[in-house]
């Protein structure tokens, strides 16, 4: 089992920057991939990022083109800590962000692949 924690949403202004963190805990070892996911209002929830470990130390990093040039995902080698880096934020990014982990190979930009959810933090974007 692992367990997910994020925190660091809030409101900001258009051209803004936040940084979301996702702690995780439990059988982290066992994660193969954690990303973010969001879900704005009368929208399904989408694919942001994510990182996958193929060795202990060597990952690969994979963004939704809506956020590429804008957010950077990155991790602690333990796979404990998960951050997501937002600057030129947009009021298009205003959603509730959800960290996700999954423990198995599969298409990492597919929630159904993920096993394990934190609570979401929201991210408010003024213009």
């Known amino acids: 089992q692992v367990h997910l924690v994020g925190s660091g949403g809030g409101l900001v202004q258009a051209g803004g920057s936040l940084r979301l963190s996702c702690a995780a805990s439990g059988r982290t070892s066992s994660i193969y991939a954690m990303g973010w996911f969001r879900q704005a209002p009368g929208k399904e929830r989408e694919f942001v990022a994510t990182?996958?470990?193929?060795?202990?130390?060597?990952?690969?990093?994979y963004y939704d083109e809506s956020v590429e040039g804008r957010f950077t995902i990155s991790a602690d080698n333990a796979r404990e800590t998960v951050y997501l880096q937002m600057n030129s934020l947009k009021p298009e990014d205003t959603a509730i962000y959800y960290c996700?982990?999954?423990?198995?190979?599969?298409?990492?930009?597919?929630?159904?692949?993920?096993?394990?959810w934190g609570q979401g933090t929201q991210v408010t974007v003024s213009s």
């Open positions: 996700a982990a999954c423990d198995q190979v599969g298409l990492v930009t597919n929630p159904a692949v993920y096993g394990y």
């Open positions: 990182l996958t470990w193929s060795t202990w130390n060597d990952h690969s990093t």
